[in-house]
């Protein structure tokens, strides 16, 4: 038996999965053990690669999360035919990326606008939510499927359509943008002492605090509220 | 539960039955207060002063020397902060090292912010903490060292004898948090030269609740928790009776089996090291080969998360531990192996199996047929393809 077929039967695991106690909802652990869409070894990337008409990647080895995203997109109709991916990354990072792929491809495959439409939140309530910490996992896979739409779109001389989120400059001293912060919110750092514990913001740049401050709101009511 | 494959021995032990046992009476039957004047009070105080007596010697020290406490936790946040704060008139310099325990580190860190100031020592490749350097950044106002003396994550033994010797070189009082070296190593607190050393009974299958904090007669300690005056003014509140007769049993049987147990554990972990290396490609041992607490094995399996793979093991029925970004309410990797020198993306793919008194060669073999595959599966889930000469 390949790992593919070994994946998809998963039976050593699942005789074992009901009576447990499980960190995370039954969805997660149902897309973590058995994860559709998937793109298994190195080759198939490859081949991905070359024809899949939008290709998109985000997040580091160093972070402890990275993925990528394959798309294959009808130019007609702009909707979604298929979707596959690649994870390093925790449970709800895997769970995160397989969920959205199916979002993406189901019925019949979502058009691109609408796609663009999906918010983190979106993810995280089709896995039957994420450990506020957790979060990050669902931003992180809605962020490989903008940079993979954006991808088609360049391929596809739409370069019109990219649409690309600028990072503002907070910090003026440690050059600190409002994506860190943003970052640092989802990571779970709610108030402006924990945040600043994470990106030494307004450490030497104190005029920025009440900016800061004003952006930890924000994100804590756009993600958490 | 299968205890055979239980590989989290270092974050805590089952309560041994015998322990289990020891406790019975003293929760409904000999409950008195030990402070009391009564039949049942003074049936307490006997079981809590032979505890005492049993840690002391134990420890080779004497019985007014052993202070209970709630927690290993509460021992080290007592011996830093109460000597800490003793201390102050004297000076407000405390040395301490990277890859300690957030009990240490966190109380540190407090610390600061009431304007101590604080060295926090680089630790070489293998987690060992170098002498010179710990001589270099002495200074008169240094009233404290605190080094721990294996590490939880990693297992390396600190040369805490050395460390100590400095510390007396230098009039400058050191302590060491011994929670994961109770059980396995030298606990002589007068051969090693330790003026206060921290332990606790649930790593080594006693009851959780209950620690120890070791404090060398005539050396300062400004008491954190004030009272009834129990534990020689030292530590006040009830004593916890059962817990204590609980830990004194636990370190009875630990230290009886020691030497027999050491040398079964040390060959297990070589084991399970060995075949780790061997059957798993880009695998990287964390720590050193050989100067490491005999239960412990820490290794990064490139190119995959650790917290999948303790997820996977844990469905069947096998426990491990990682210290890594997922497990940890910051979401950062371990500290410890950041602190090695290695690169973030090996901490992040760091999985710690500590073994323990009911670990058997068959459920290390039972780890070693499931593990390889697992990291395999995760691998080729994986966009990342780093090589080993890459990190």
Known sequence: ?225 | MNKELYFDNAATTAVDERVVEAMKPYFSMTYGNPGSMHTLGLEAKEALDSARVMLARFLNCSDEEVIFTGSGTESINMAIKGAALALQKKGKHIITQKTEHPAVLETCEYLEKQGFEVTYLDVDVYGFVSLEKLKEVMRLDTILVSIMYANNEIGTVQPIKEIAEVCKENKVLFHTDACQAAGYLDMDVKNLGIDYLSMNGSKLYGPKGVGILYVKSGRPLSPLIHGGGQEYGKRSGTENVPLIVGLAKAVEIADGEREREVARLTEMRDYLIRELLKRIPKSLLNGHPTKRLPNNVNVTFLNVEGETLLLELDQYGICASTGSACTSKTLEPSHVILALGRPYEVAHGSLRFSLGRYTTKEGIDKLLGILPETVEKYRMLSPVHLQESQI
């Open chain 1, 1 to 225: 038996m390949n790992m593919e077929e070994k994946i998809q039967l998963h039976k050593d695991v699942e005789a074992k999965v009901e009576s447990k106690k499980w960190f995370y909802s039954e969805t997660v652990k149902e897309h973590f053990f058995k994860p559709k869409n998937f793109l298994l070894s190195e080759e198939k990337a490859k081949e991905a690669d070359a024809k899949s008409d939008g290709v998109g990647q985000v997040g580091s080895p160093a972070c402890g999360d990275m993925m990528k995203m394959w798309l294959m997109i009808d130019r007609e109709s702009e909707r979604i035919t298929d979707c596959k991916w690649q994870t390093f990354g925790c449970a709800s990072a895997i769970a995160s990326t397989s969920m959205l792929s199916v979002m993406l491809t189901e019925n019949g495959g979502m058009k691109i606008e609408e796609a663009l439409q999906i918010k983190p939140q979106d993810i995280a309530a089709r896995l039957d939510g994420l450990p506020q910490r957790k979060f990050h996992c669902s931003v992180l896979g809605d962020k490989a499927l903008r940079a993979a739409v954006n991808d088609y779109f360049r391929k596809t001389g739409q370069d019109a359509r990219v649409i690309v989120g600028g990072a503002k400059v907070i910090d003026k001293i440690l050059k600190i943008t409002d994506k860190d912060i943003e970052e640092a919110v989802l990571e779970g750092a709610h108030d402006f002492e924990t945040v600043q514990k994470k990106t030494k913001v307004g450490v030497y740049d104190k005029n920025c605090i009440p900016e800061v401050e004003q952006l930890i709101r924000f994100y804590r009511e756009k993600y958490f509220g």
